[in-house]
């Protein structure tokens, strides 16, 4: 069974810092590139950041760039999101996403179920 399992997430003041979590299992991790997107209360999915099967390329959002870090652990089947200065406006439900690149994978995508962060003070 295909699973992205999600830990991290909690409150934390302006300013603080959390490092988000996601366990994948069920799948060849090392051939998926991997996303963390957020989705606020009322508001659309929005993609936070990306990295590539192997962990050498990764990409940001403009809001996020030089705050957040993706990262991921291969051996650990594992993907990281280190969040930094954290604003109220971080606030949101964030989602792990794995897509597939290589065959027989191309062209999948799983999703994780989410972890509340709450910047608040």
């Known amino acids: 069974q295909v699973q992205l399992v999600e830990s991290g997430g909690g409150l934390v003041q302006p300013g603080g810092s959390l490092r988000l979590s996601c366990a994948a299992s069920?799948?060849?991790?090392?051939?998926?590139?991997m996303r963390w997107y957020r989705q606020a209360l009322g508001k659309e999915r929005e993609l936070v950041a990306t990295?590539?099967?192997?962990?050498?390329?990764?990409t940001y959002a403009d809001s996020m760039k030089g705050r957040f870090t993706i990262s991921r652990d291969n051996a650990k089947n594992t993907v990281y999101l280190q969040m930094n200065s954290l604003k109220p406006d971080d606030t949101a439900v964030y989602y792990c996403?794995?897509?597939?690149?290589?065959?027989?994978?191309?062209?999948?995508?799983?999703w994780g179920q989410g972890t509340q962060v709450t910047v608040s003070s």
């Open positions: 069920g799948f060849t991790f090392s051939n998926y590139a």
């Open positions: 996403n794995a897509r597939g690149f290589y065959y027989p994978d191309s062209g999948r995508e799983y």
């Open positions: 990295i590539n099967s192997g962990g050498s390329v990764t």
